[in-house]
């Protein structure tokens, strides 16, 4: 079983950057593929960004594919997203999560998440 805590949300005006981190409890977290996901009010949740447990395979949505930058460091047991070039559309909460099954982009392949950090990006 792993623990997820996401930390770095906040406010930042368009163009911004944030990084998000998400901290794993366990001696398993390099076991894990991790993937970032997002929440905007009234939408559902929705994929961001996923990595391996290597670390080697990291995939984008299209939303974000040149603006966010997925990584891990799993001597930190964290896993981290950049955001660069931040527009209104990105705000939403941002969650964590945490599989076993493959590198995947549908929630509910993902067993473990975090309580999310929120993101607003203002115009």
């Known amino acids: 079983q792993v623990q997820l805590v996401e930390s770095g949300g906040g406010l930042v005006q368009a163009g911004g950057s944030l990084r998000l981190s998400c901290a794993a409890s366990g001696r398993t977290f390099r076991t894990y593929h991790m993937g970032w996901f997002r929440q905007a009010p009234g939408k559902e949740r929705e994929f961001v960004a996923a990595?391996?447990?290597?670390?080697?395979?990291?995939y984008y949505a299209d939303s974000v594919k040149g603006r966010f930058t997925i990584s891990r460091d799993n001597a930190k047991n964290t896993v981290y997203l950049q955001m660069n070039s931040l527009k209104p559309e990105d705000t939403a909460v941002y969650y964590c999560a945490a599989t076993r099954v493959r590198l995947s982009t549908l929630a509910n392949e993902y067993n473990y998440w975090g309580q999310g950090t929120q993101v607003t990006v203002s115009s």
């Open positions: 990595i391996s447990w290597t670390g080697n395979v990291p």
